[in-house]
């Protein structure tokens, strides 16, 4: 499987599915906290959000899977860096990472007997602890 990566044009999750950045939502804003005048005046901050419903590539089966999962609009945010630039990218691979893990289908497990192998050393740990207990007791008189 490939992992989910950035292009120019569009979020690829998997080589059957890319997300075009038209569908994305970027938003900018100042990121707070220390950094003065930059950090107040700057609009560095990137907040992303892709509208799941609303999507025209994901099929209805991979749109329910990312609502059950992460909701209806599934957002990111990066104010790392100092540069907008820098805060997009962060922000989108977040994001495509977020769908990525949200697509991927549990594998169902099959239940499977212990070997008789386990069972044995299973019952020789038992009882090699029991020995360890019983030695700890204080001796009997006989």
Known sequence: MVNPSVTATALRLSSRLSIPL??????????GGPGGQHANRSL??????????A???LRASDKELIIEK????VRSRASRYRSQS???QAALEQLALKLYEALQ??????????TK???VRR???????GEVKANRRRPTED
């Open 22 to 31: 038209s569908e994305i939502e970027v938003r900018v804003t100042t990121s």
């Open 44 to 53: 560095t901050k990137v907040v992303v959000g892709y509208d799941v419903e």
């Open 55 to 57: 999507s025209t590539v």
């Open 70 to 73: 992460l909701g209806p609009v």
């Open 86 to 88: 820098q805060n997009k």
């Open 105 to 114: 289908r549990p594998v169902d497990r099959r239940p499977t007997k212990p």
């Open 117 to 119: 192998g386990s069972k």
């Open 123 to 129: 019952i020789d740990q038992k009882k090699a602890r």
